[in-house]
Every structure is written in C-alpha cells, then in structure tokens.
C-alpha cells in the first residue's frame, strides 16, 4: 500500500455535493479499464468483506450497469448506474441508484462526474457527485459511504499495484 497517494473527501451540504480526489500508482489506461470492466470491477468495487457481482453492463452512453453489493452472508443491495456521456480515458458521468433485484429504481439518485488525469507520475480520479435531494446525500452518508469509498479506492489501488508489479 503507497500511503503517500493523495485521498480527500469533502461533503459540501449547501450544494448536495460530495467530491474525492484520488491518486493510484498506475497509468489511466489500467485505472479507467478497472473502472469500466466489470470483470475488473468487481474485484475491487466493495467494501471488504463485502463483494460486488454485476448482473450485466453496458459501458456506452445510455448503457447501464446492474449490481449488487452482497454480504458475507448473501444479503443483496442492488444499484443501477446509467451512463450519461464517456470520453475515453478521461471522463465519464453516470446516474446512481439504489435498486430492488428487479432493478426498479430508489429515486432520486445522484449524478457521478468521474475525471481521469495523469499527474505527478500516479493516475489522479477527480470524482464529483451531486444528489438532487438534501435527504438522498445523507442517507448515502448514513450507510457509511465515507468508509465504504475510502476501502474501495484501497481495493482499487491494491488491485493496480497487483497487477503492476507481477
């Protein structure tokens, strides 16, 4: 684990918005494919000792994802996420939702803007995510979403420091 890779969240209540800057010590093509391959993703997308199993996806513009997070004891918490625009390799925005398992959505949801840049030799993820409702964010805050992000980015930085060094 590189500790030095830069890790900030901040939650902005006047404007529903939560932002996190990220680093990882790979290069943007292995950060973003780790993003947009569920194969991939699902390696690192929960928070331990939860897993994450993506029903399907559709990495395009209208496309979507559907998954689950699910616990140890096979507990299901299902989210769609819908893919609003992709600039390969450097951005891509998506509306998340949490789901039922027939993927009827728990709206509103929140817009993810995820930007990716190389900086100072490690690969930066800029990730703003907006809630259209003062109650939405804070029910995301409730359930632990500081942690949570804060061990997936940490999957994700142990899966490309993995894969790097072998």
Do not use: C
Not at 14 to 33: C, G, H, L, P
């Amino acid at each position: 684990m590189n500790s030095s890779l830069k890790f900030d969240l901040v939650v902005n209540k006047e404007t529903n918005t939560v932002t996190i800057d990220r680093d990882f010590s790979a290069d943007v093509d292995m950060v973003w494919e780790a993003w947009t391959n569920p194969e991939i993703l699902d390696q690192w997308w929960a928070p331990k000792p939860w897993t994450s199993r993506t029903k399907y996806m559709n990495f395009e513009v209208g496309g979507r994802r559907f998954y689950a997070m699910v616990s140890p004891e096979g507990q299901e918490h299902w989210s769609v996420q819908e893919y609003t625009a992709i600039s390969p390799k450097t951005n891509f925005k998506m509306l998340n939702a949490f789901a039922d398992k027939d993927e009827n959505r728990d709206l509103p949801g929140s817009d993810w803007d995820l930007t990716f840049s190389r900086q100072n030799g490690s690969t930066h993820v800029h990730i703003s995510i907006y809630n259209e409702s003062k109650e939405r964010m804070e029910k995301m805050i409730e359930m632990g979403f500081r942690e949570g992000i804060e061990m997936v980015l940490q999957n994700l930085e142990d899966y490309v420091e993995l894969k790097t060094h072998r």
